[in-house]
């Protein structure tokens, strides 16, 4: 079971002035007895099942660390290529569900499952699109120039609904930020801009890319350039923000006037990189996709996982029909997926499970393209598969299902020592989102329950991971993230200074201190008081090396914690229904990927469930009902206090 049960074991504390911490040390704080009995039957019936295997398909480390075993059963097929980033001082994610993704890639290179992983932090940046664009670029360029073109399977020409070069005419209509506001259910145009100060044509056909879709969004649009060449390679973009939309968009314009050699700092996508696509005569791919967030179709949720993926694979499927059997020109066993935060989580999803068979009948649901149903199962096409040549992944917001416990397994030292006082005087730091009156009781309990060694450690052990080496890959990617920033620069905050005139491990130090004193793009008043002697600098100028050694991982996390400028509360990613939410109404959490077509959300951490006001009738507890939103919330916590227990 897979499932993330861990959170219903207990976590010894030191003593602080809570309830959490009014334990003493050797005392353990836990869900009550009956709490934990309640969620078991949760995760043992057949709705729980459900959840579980929607978690599954909605994480790439169980495709990951499966194939990397030998333990895959559902012929999963891995990208060849991984170019991931992550910014340092990431508020939207803590650093461990990255580190975990780095392991299990490092592990498939290593048994030969994939060819390359580029992996990094980027320096001075939180959750955004944390790339350096011309850098990214150079990658696409050298990976495809390294594999070079597939050799062509000669097929049998074929026709269908799916045929785009058939599409004609139609209409489309987009808002300025290239929402596509109506189209045909077909249809084709020829764009005109401007390259390089050059007149430019792009036919641009769009079309549903399922033949039984049961959303307006399910549309893909193919944007193929003039210079297009037979093995053309695919830039496949992803428009999902946040897990909770992924609409069907326009990207290039008619009139449009792109450059080359603009490539900004921070960006996967605008003029600046559709400028560089055109010009490598590269097919742009933009397609829509069900949602999280999508409303209730006839009383029906049909944007819970797999639902976002399966529509992904479905349009990677549209284009490599088109491309195999039909006459679209460009190289099908050369598509790059790309994406950002929700977007980077759903581009690694769909590159590590590549033609799973988990997701044959919900792809046979909708009508995609390339399965035939045969004795009870699927046959799948091995030439239009929904597998990727290569994935570029932007702060990818991973492990959905497991992050809660991530975050506290790192932050829960930091948050204890918040409760008990001991940055009450520090000026600046305590200040905004961090400020240690934020965090109620129940959060400091939750958070206590939530960090536990069965919580992510027990997760890591079930991908044949160990703990001890995640922290141990944490902290190399922090010391990398830093020796790139002092020998080569790469930062988003160059001004802080000048590489070039770094000349010892001294001032190396010092100007490292400089950086780490600015959370994400602004000077923290009070960072001082923060130790910064957690890493140490040898070699010399333009070959520096920083050290971090193992002892320090609570020091690391320590600065990372306050470095943010926001850490999550306790649940971090499971709060649907919680008591911050004032009475139970579903809010903004990743919860709604999970659940059953008739519920908006399911949880999937004993703790987020317990503290879901709609689950404590069955606990025999009633909710508040406190007209005033403060007064309920207030009530509701009190009462969220009595789910946890201190025990020896």
Do not use: C
């Amino acid at each position: 079971m897979r499932f993330a049960v861990a959170a219903v074991a207990a976590v010894a504390l030191a003593g602080s002035g809570t309830t959490a911490a009014a334990a003493e040390r050797g005392e353990r704080v836990v869900l009550r007895e009956e709490v934990r009995e309640a969620y078991a039957d949760f995760v043992a019936s057949e709705r729980g099942q459900l959840i579980e295997q929607q978690i599954k398909m909605a994480s790439p480390s169980f495709y990951l660390a499966d194939v990397a075993r030998g333990i895959d059963e559902t012929s999963a097929d891995p990208a060849d290529y991984w170019y991931v980033r992550i910014g340092l001082h990431d508020d939207g994610m803590s650093l461990a569900p990255q580190a975990t993704l780095y392991a299990n890639l490092q592990r498939l290179k290593k048994a030969g499952a994939i060819e390359d992983v580029n992996s990094a932090l980027v320096a001075n940046l939180g959750h955004t699109e944390n790339v350096s664009t011309a850098e990214a670029i150079s990658w696409m360029d050298e990976i495809l120039a390294r594999a070079g073109s597939s050799d062509p399977v000669d097929v049998q020409p074929a026709s269908g609904w799916w045929d785009v070069t058939t599409y004609a005419g139609g209409s489309i209509a987009e808002a300025p930020n290239g929402t596509v506001t109506s189209s045909t259910d077909t249809g084709s145009r020829t764009l005109t801009v401007t390259l390089d100060g050059e007149p430019f044509t792009v036919t641009h056909y769009w079309g549903y890319y399922a033949e039984n879709p049961n959303s307006p969004a399910q549309k893909i649009s193919i944007y193929v350039p003039e210079n297009v060449r037979e093995d053309s390679p695919t830039y496949f973009r992803t428009n999902n923000s946040g897990w909770t939309q992924n609409p069907f968009r326009g990207t290039l314009v008619d009139g449009g006037v792109y450059e080359t050699g603009n490539l900004t700092y921070n960006t996967t996508q605008g003029p600046n990189v559709y400028a560089e696509l055109l010009d490598r005569g590269m097919i742009l791919v933009s397609y829509g996709a069900r949602s999280r967030a999508d409303a209730p179709v006839d009383g029906v949720y049909q944007g819970h996982s797999p639902a976002t993926m399966t529509d992904t694979k479905a349009a990677l499927r549209f284009l490599a029909h088109n491309q195999v059997y039909g006459s679209l020109p460009g190289d099908p066993e050369r598509v790059i997926i790309t994406g950002m935060s929700g977007g980077g989580a759903l581009t690694a999803v769909v590159a590590a499970s590549g033609n799973s068979s988990d997701y044959h009948a919900s792809l046979a649901e909708i009508g995609a393209l390339g399965l035939t149903e045969r004795d009870g199962g699927y046959v799948d096409d091995p030439l239009t598969g929904d597998d990727v040549f290569a994935t570029f992944s932007s702060a990818p917001m991973i492990e959905q299902d497991i992050a809660s416990e991530a975050h506290e397994w790192m932050y829960y030292p930091t948050r204890q020592k918040v409760a008990d006082g001991e940055y009450a005087d520090a000026a600046g730091i305590t200040n905004g989102r961090n400020n240690p009156d934020r965090l109620a009781e129940w959060q400091l309990l939750a958070s206590a329950v939530l960090s536990q060694d069965d919580g992510y450690p027990a997760y890591l052990e079930s991908l044949g991971l160990k703990p001890k080496d995640i922290q141990r890959t944490m902290l190399d990617m922090v010391a990398t993230s830093l020796e790139r920033l002092l020998n080569e620069g790469v930062t988003y905050r160059p001004e802080l200074f000048d590489v070039a005139t770094i000349e010892n491990r001294a001032e190396a130090e010092e100007a490292l201190k400089t950086y780490l004193r600015y959370a994400m793009n602004n000077p923290v008043p009070g960072f001082e008081e923060l130790p910064l002697d957690w890493f140490k600098v040898a070699g010399k100028a333009g070959k520096f090396k920083v050290v971090i050694t193992p002892n320090q991982w609570e020091t690391v996390n320590e600065y990372m914690y306050w470095s943010a400028q926001f850490v999550k509360n306790p649940p971090a990613t499971d709060q649907d229904g919680l008591v911050s939410n004032l009475g139970g109404a579903p809010g903004y959490s990743e919860s709604s990927l999970y659940g059953g077509p008739d519920e908006p959300y399911n949880h999937v951490s004993a703790v987020a469930w317990a503290l879901d006001v709609n689950n404590w009738p069955a606990l025999g507890l009633t909710p508040s009902t406190n007209p005033d939103s403060a007064a309920r919330q207030a009530e509701n916590a009190a009462i969220a206090t009595s789910l946890f227990e201190i025990t020896r």
